[in-house]
């Protein structure tokens, strides 16, 4: 499934099941005594089965209810929705996407940004919000690193520096712009309300995050332009200035396109001399052989050679 909850080759119910399983066991009690129950109830998978097959994945369920509702559903409440207010619910999940923007992964993607000489233009795909376009803004604390960004209003984000990692250092950044297929705007309350039903309940740290970078997004625009990550790459990166050593970059976003179009975009990323880097799920970006590890977690590449395991939300970083 490489974290997006939804395999074509199985049930929806087995979809659900595995989610409990394999997604929110551990991380969300209630997403997974709720993922459970929707894999066994005939009304909320008849509701399901409604909707194009790409618009069934729990969490878009999830933080569709919780977005109309304006709280975490339980079971009842959920099968309620579905089937006394199925026309809302539908027409919210087939609006909106599931367009996490954990600013935590920026913690993630700084060194391997740090790495490169400056100055940087950074462009992200799939940016959603552009939380992760403000990696300069942020502090950062690795523990044994700490390291100040240029916005004294903006989050420090923590992320646990393992293996030989190297030096850590603010990036250079002169530049910033992002693509996305529907982009959702820091400033707008619907879309704000949306990013926050996108983190699962209880996790109340990850939601104080998120709301800190929307309000450091308000305070610093980033534009990031409606298109796809094939057809409106070129043009974006004509527009970096010269003088920048252009980086292209993406967290969670591979998952959801077909095999086809990622070996199109890791094509393209190389025809446009750009620099890459990638933080997926294992299998994601072709071609990439990674060594064991003890969990599951994102690799980080840069232009398809593997550096690092990464935490999906920015927690730790594992150095290869």
Same mark, same amino acid.
């Given at each position: 499934?490489?974290?997006?909850?939804?395999?074509?080759?199985?049930?929806?119910?087995?979809?659900?099941?595995?989610?409990?399983?394999?997604?929110?066991?551990?991380?969300?009690?209630?997403?997974?005594?709720?993922?459970?129950?929707?894999?066994?109830?005939?009304?909320?998978?008849?509701?399901?089965?409604?909707?194009?097959?790409?618009?069934?994945?729990?969490?878009?369920?999830?933080a569709a209810a919780r977005h109309l509702l304006r709280t975490?559903?339980?079971?009842? *409440?959920?099968?309620?929705?579905?089937?006394?207010?199925?026309?809302?619910? *539908?027409?919210?999940?087939?609006?909106?996407?599931?367009?996490?923007?954990?600013?935590?992964?920026?913690?993630?993607?700084?060194?391997?940004?740090?790495?490169?000489?400056?100055?940087?233009?950074?462009?992200?795909?799939?940016?959603?919000?552009?939380?992760?376009?403000?990696?300069?803004? &942020?502090?950062?604390?690795?523990?044994?690193?700490?390291?100040?960004?240029?916005?004294?209003?903006?989050?420090?984000?923590?992320?646990?520096?393992?293996?030989? &990692?190297?030096?850590? *250092?603010?990036?250079? /950044?002169?530049?910033?712009?992002?693509?996305?297929?529907?982009?959702?705007?820091?400033?707008?309350?619907?879309?704000?309300?949306?990013?926050?039903?996108?983190?699962?309940?209880?996790?109340?740290?990850?939601?104080?995050?998120?709301?800190?970078?929307?309000?450091?997004?308000?305070?610093?625009? /980033?534009?990031?332009?409606?298109?796809?990550?094939?057809?409106?790459?070129?043009?974006?990166?004509?527009?970096?200035? *010269?003088?920048?050593?252009?980086?292209?970059?993406?967290?969670?976003?591979?998952?959801? /396109?077909?095999?086809?179009?990622?070996?199109?975009?890791?094509?393209?990323?190389?025809?446009?001399?750009?620099?890459?880097?990638?933080?997926?799920?294992?299998?994601?970006?072709?071609?990439?052989?990674?060594?064991?590890?003890?969990?599951?977690?994102?690799?980080?590449? /840069?232009?398809?050679?593997?550096?690092?395991?990464?935490?999906?939300?920015?927690?730790?970083?594992?150095?290869?």
């Amino acid at each position: 499934m490489a974290m997006t909850g939804l395999d074509d080759q199985v049930t929806t119910a087995e979809n659900y099941r595995r989610f409990a399983e394999n997604e929110a066991a551990g991380r969300s009690p209630a997403y997974e005594t709720l993922a459970r129950a929707v894999a066994s109830d005939p009304d909320v998978l008849g509701f399901l089965s409604t909707l194009p097959a790409d618009k069934r994945q729990p969490n878009l369920l999830f933080a569709a209810a919780r977005h109309l509702l304006r709280t975490a559903p339980d079971a009842d *409440r959920l099968r309620e929705l579905a089937t006394t207010q199925a026309e809302g619910l *539908r027409a919210t999940m087939l609006a909106r996407r599931t367009q996490t923007n954990e600013p935590g992964r920026c913690a993630t993607l700084l060194p391997a940004l740090a790495a490169l000489d400056g100055p940087l233009a950074l462009i992200e795909v799939g940016a959603s919000a552009g939380l992760c376009l403000q990696v300069d803004r &942020y502090s950062y604390d690795y523990g044994h690193t700490r390291l100040t960004g240029r916005d004294p209003h903006a989050p420090t984000l923590r992320c646990r520096a393992e293996g030989p &990692y190297p030096e850590l *250092r603010m990036p250079e /950044v002169t530049w910033a712009a992002g693509i996305d297929l529907n982009p959702l705007d820091p400033s707008d309350p619907e879309d704000r309300s949306w990013l926050e039903c996108l983190v699962w309940p209880g996790q109340t740290a990850r939601r104080e995050r998120l709301v800190s970078a929307l309000a450091t997004a308000q305070r610093h625009p /980033v534009p990031v332009h409606e298109g796809d990550l094939l057809e409106a790459l070129p043009d974006l990166v004509a527009q970096a200035p *010269r003088e920048a050593r252009v980086v292209v970059f993406h967290s969670a976003v591979l998952a959801y /396109v077909t095999p086809r179009v990622r070996a199109d975009f890791a094509e393209l990323t190389r025809e446009l001399g750009v620099v890459w880097i990638a933080n997926e799920a294992p299998g994601v970006v072709a071609g990439v052989e990674t060594p064991r590890f003890e969990t599951s977690p994102f690799v980080l590449t /840069v232009d398809g050679a593997p550096t690092a395991f990464t935490h999906p939300h920015g927690d730790w970083i594992h150095w290869m």
